[in-house]
């Protein structure tokens, strides 16, 4: 018989959503720049000692309000603060907290709209609408308002010796009104994907409510979700600052850049500015970066917008 | 190939293997429409014995599908509703069985192949994880096992290269390839009945052929009860065994396939073989059954094809026909089967 078989192709691989997406982004030099940033914040974060030596809790009351004439050299590179602390110590370590936090809020939000929404979404019925309504009820009100309202009630009654019990109530208290848009899309999602022919074929094959779920119905509702994700990690660090100046978010002695906020406003005015400009500008520099990242995120995963 | 035997009992007790192996008697489902239940299966009746392939003929509408979703247990409901009749599989009744035990049969015992197979693949895995899964999830298979079994499935329903198609996703094969993975899924557990869904309406007429002569050759190998569902009557001539030709939500006719084709003994059936375009009729105007099918939720009275009918007459709008048997195994639901039969109207 001759070889009438066709020539293997060279294995090509077929790029993937997410590869594709990739690749959309890093053509963008505004998401390099938004990486950039994050990738320091998130080393900074997870090394402070990369960026000082100093330790941000040993304070002399002598060298109170250094201002930071030397730009970047001597002892104090950003000055100290009111108490005499290190304020280039202080800012780093404060990044640690600010960080965990938004990371332990969105963490917890995305699983708990993700699981509330699959589970509406599939189910329907009754439990669609107790889902539904409880979800109409969180998002009348608003993140901050409702953070206030929750935090109020834990004020001065927790300790704030480890990390985790630094941001435990206001980790919480935001993930509690945080969960719903991820519930919405994740829903959504759902409604659209349950119908679908793969889904009866997968069913009509014997798999389980929860295998058709989360095999076959949840990786449509990821692309939607992911896309809201950066975005939103930048709006929870900016509301843990609005927080923390009203006095109820991360409680001092522990530090975030809220925190430093808070402290810096009542010294701005009597010319140690970089008390506040440090804290506000690290702050809004990532939280453009977060949303720069999210845009350009859902514009790379969005087939419609290539 | 080490293979273990599997006891029908452990998966469905009670199972009596002399009874038939697939019965659907008088199945009956509605439609809960606007507050209005509508009939859409109204007293389907057909049995499938092992190794024999039963062919459901009917119009869009007719019931076919959803007495196969009926039968499989993935009816919508509601708004569907079973109100009455028996899916017995070996003799076990299905429809008084819960959710999970019906899930263990479906798959295991039987399992269907869907119309379009684009859409009744997942999109987001590759093919071999998919028939893999069902490895994994029923027989707790590991994930190379599961592999190597997916290669082999993909290789027996003819997929050349298939170990290296394996990890191919749905968009990068072809229709034909891609209800032939189709297939391979639904046989992966070995089941003892086959629904096919129309399984070639998507596909053109060459690849056609060979997906029904691949369904024959599986059927034939693994001695399985195949259900064909299908409007075109021309698909099924040779490969079914049975017929069932169903019209306005019941069974009207059923037979063996030879006997449907030389001797129809209703009225629909033998208008829908008229309606075959032949070779040798060049020039002469094709034939066709006139008005509509029936709105099931408003049926004619009496025989609901009386208004179309050629043998209609009075007493057809006026009583319900009974189940006539004008030859053995050869049942028509029409007051003048035998005429029909005999070819006398």
Same mark, same amino acid.
């Given at each position: 018989?001759?070889?009438?078989?066709?020539? $293997?192709? =060279? %294995?090509? &691989?077929?790029?993937?959503?997410?590869?594709? +997406?990739?690749?959309?982004? @890093? !053509?963008?030099?505004? /998401?390099? @720049? =938004?990486? *950039? $940033? *994050?990738?320091?914040?998130?080393?900074?974060? +997870?090394?402070?000692? *990369?960026?000082?030596?100093?330790?941000?809790?040993?304070?002399r009351g002598r060298e109170a309000k250094l201002r930071p004439d030397t730009w970047f050299t001597g002892d104090h590179p950003l000055g100290t603060d009111a108490f005499g602390c290190d304020f280039a110590a202080t800012l780093v370590h404060g990044t640690r907290p600010t960080i965990v936090l938004a990371l332990t809020v969105i963490i917890v939000s995305v699983a708990v709209g993700l699981v509330l929404g699959i589970y509406a979404g599939y189910y329907g019925g009754w439990l669609d609408t107790l889902i539904s309504r409880a979800l109409d009820v969180f998002i009348v009100i608003p993140m901050l308002m409702g953070? @206030?309202?929750?935090?109020?009630?834990? !004020?001065?009654? /927790?300790? %704030?010796?480890?990390?985790?019990?630094t941001i435990a109530a206001p980790a919480l208290a935001l993930s509690l009104f945080g969960w719903m848009e991820f519930c919405r899309y994740t829903r959504a999602a759902t409604l659209e994907t349950k119908n679908l022919d793969y889904v009866v074929a997968a069913k009509c094959l014997g798999a389980s409510d929860r295998r058709i779920m989360f095999k076959h119905i949840l990786p449509n509702a990821i692309v939607p979700v992911t896309a809201v994700v950066p975005t939103t990690i930048g709006g929870i660090i900016v509301t843990e600052a609005a927080l923390a100046v009203l006095g109820i978010g991360v409680q001092p002695p522990a530090t975030s850049w809220g925190v430093l906020l808070s402290k810096g406003t009542e010294w701005a005015g009597g010319g140690y500015v970089y008390l506040f400009a440090w804290p506000l500008g690290l702050l809004v520099l990532t939280v453009f970066a977060f949303a720069t990242f999210g845009d350009a995120l859902r514009d790379a995963l969005d087939p419609k917008l290539r | 190939m080490a293979e273990t035997i599997r006891v029908i009992g452990d998966t469905l007790p009670g199972a009596d293997l002399n009874a038939p192996l697939?019965? #659907?008697?008088?199945?009956? #489902?509605?439609?809960? $429409? &606007?507050?209005?239940? /509508?009939? +859409?299966? !109204?007293? %389907?009746?057909?049995?499938?014995e092992r190794g024999r392939t039963l062919a459901v003929v009917g119009e869009s509408g007719s019931g076919k599908s959803v007495t196969s979703q009926a039968v499989m247990g993935i009816l919508d409901t509601p708004p569907g509703h079973i109100t009455g009749g028996a899916v017995r599989l070996h003799g076990v009744d299905l429809l008084d069985k819960d959710e999970e035990t019906r899930r263990t049969i479906r798959g295991n015992h039987i399992a269907i192949v869907f119309q379009d197979a684009l859409s009744a693949l997942n999109p987001l895995w590759s093919v071999g994880f998919q028939i893999g899964e069902l490895f994994r999830v029923h027989r707790g298979t590991g994930r190379k096992e599961a592999r190597r079994r997916a290669v082999e499935l993909l290789d027996l329903v003819g997929i050349p290269d298939a170990a290296n198609r394996v990890g191919d996703y749905p968009h990068q094969f072809s229709g034909g390839m891609r209800q032939r993975v189709m297939i391979a899924m639904a046989l992966a557990l070995d089941p003892e009945v086959l629904i096919a869904d129309e399984p070639t309406t998507a596909l053109d007429v060459t690849v056609q052929a060979q997906i029904m002569r691949l369904l024959k050759r599986i059927q034939a190998e693994r001695n399985m009860g195949l259900i064909l569902i299908t409007h075109d009557l021309g698909v099924v001539a040779d490969v079914a065994d049975d017929v069932a030709v169903m019209y306005a939500g019941e069974v009207v006719e059923r037979a063996g396939i030879r006997e449907v084709f030389k001797r129809p003994a209703h009225p629909y059936t033998k208008a829908l073989l008229r309606a075959i375009p032949r070779v040798d009729a060049v020039g002469r105007e094709l034939e066709v059954i006139g008005g509509l099918p029936p709105n099931p939720a408003s049926l004619p009275s009496g025989c609901p094809f009386h208004p179309r009918c050629f043998a209609a007459e009075d007493k057809c709008a006026a009583e319900v026909p009974p189940w006539l048997e004008p030859a053995e195994n050869h049942g028509s639901r029409c007051h003048f089967a035998q005429e029909v039969y005999t070819d006398e109207r």
């Open positions: 018989m001759s070889e009438l078989t066709a020539p $293997v192709p =060279a %294995a090509e &691989r077929q790029a993937s959503l997410w590869s594709d +997406a990739l690749r959309t982004m @890093i !053509r963008r030099p505004d /998401v390099i @720049i =938004a990486g *950039l $940033v *994050l990738l320091l914040v998130f080393t900074m974060a +997870a090394f402070p000692g *990369l960026f000082t030596d100093k330790d941000p809790t040993v304070c953070a @206030i309202l929750i935090l109020s009630l834990f !004020r001065g009654r /927790v300790s %704030a010796d480890t990390l985790f019990e | 697939l019965e #659907v008697d008088d199945l009956r #489902v509605e439609f809960q $429409v &606007r507050g209005k239940r /509508v009939p +859409a299966v !109204r007293g %389907a009746s057909f049995t499938l």
